[in-house]
């Protein structure tokens, strides 16, 4: 028994780490995400070397529950109502940030002397983006707005459409690198869409009807456990995205489901020990000597993709119509960027062995920047059109 001590040391001191993060973050407006990755920093190899490795095993299961936990929040928010309201929005801009980006970056490496298929690549890893962060910085915030629930729309299909233009430029650049034919990816893509969608749907139609009729307390919260444990455990067992299950379990309950909504208000309560877990063996498992080998290639692809961002963001939104206080700040609230990303590179550097090491190393090293400022920024952005708007209703 003296080796579990360590571990629940190490467990009690890591939800101590995230009372004090959201205490700080009250106070001081911090994201509690980068408040949790510097702590996780500073405990794992990076820093003291403080987490015992039995818990840091834990991680791969924590990150499943709570990015499970996240997409079923953020399925909740493409209500129909939502969609009725903000659904052009949400499409528009979507779409608009994943081709600007994939485009600016790609085109920008590409001049910086990469070869077009790895720029393609890079191009494609970048508009990956970090839905966990992204859904704590707003919930932070407290605020409810156009401006928030366009955002949680943008990122609930923030998956389907990067796992999707990732597996198209796979095939584009094997083609031009001569490396194969990668078009069983992108078919298996649009399978793997397609099937976590109907996965999704399977779930959620019994769950809309038989949940929430419980009384609130214990009950609902062991249910709302229930649904995210078998949502997560079907969708790996069949090798599906649990991400977009999850999306879809959440969207098909909160349209179907006319009893009830606490199903969703539970998880909220039962999911902040699990990403405070996940948020500081994330930052754990953080590298930052990965930072030195970014060189010009890495600071460029840092710019390009945040320019990609505004850039996007800005255009889609002015093609949407949203309010004018609005459009600069959807690119900087989409800049977190965390595992989607180093797994898309994973896959990249299997179908590119040439250039695997190099996408590897340089996403890895983007990624720690853009998940330690990205939640800064994002909380920026948010604060800045919820004072801009509270202007406009002054001024009126």
Known sequence: MQDVAPVLIALGGLFLAGLAADSIGRRTRLPRVTL????????????????????AELYPVMSVIALCSVSFLLGSSLS??????????????????????????????????????????FGAIATATDPAATLDVITQSKQRTRFTDTLKGIVAIDDAWGLLVFSLVIVVAQSLSGAGNGAEL????????????ALGIAIGLPGALLTGRLSEGEPLRIEALGLIFVTAGLSLLLDLSYLITGMTVGAIIVNVARHHTRAF?????????????????????????????LGGVGIGYLLLRTAGRMVGGWSGSVLAGSPKNERKWFGPALLPQAGVAIGMALIAAEYLPD????????????????ELIGPLIAAAAIQRVAQTSSRSQDKA
Do not use: N
């Not at 992108?186 to 969608?197: K, P, R």
């Open 355 to 370: 250039h695997g090491d190099m996408i590897i190393a340089l996403t890895i090293g983007t990624t720690v920047v853009f």
């Open 80 to 121: 129909l109502r939502a969609l009725y309201r903000h659904g052009k929005a949400i499409l528009i801009i979507s779409l608009t940030i994943v081709v600007v980006t994939l485009a600016m970056v790609s085109l920008g490496l590409w001049a910086l002397g990469l070869p077009l298929a790895v720029a393609l690549v």
């Open 186 to 197: 992108f078919q298996d893509a649009i399978t793997e869409v397609g099937l976590s969608v």
């Open 36 to 55: 949790l990755l510097g702590c996780g920093l500073l405990g794992g190899a990076s820093g003291f070397d403080l987490i015992p490795q039995a818990l």
């Open 265 to 293: 208000h539970e998880i909220e309560h039962i999911q902040w020990p699990f990403m405070v877990i996940f948020f500081i063996l994330a930052g754990a498992s953080l590298d930052l000597s990965s930072l030195w080998a």
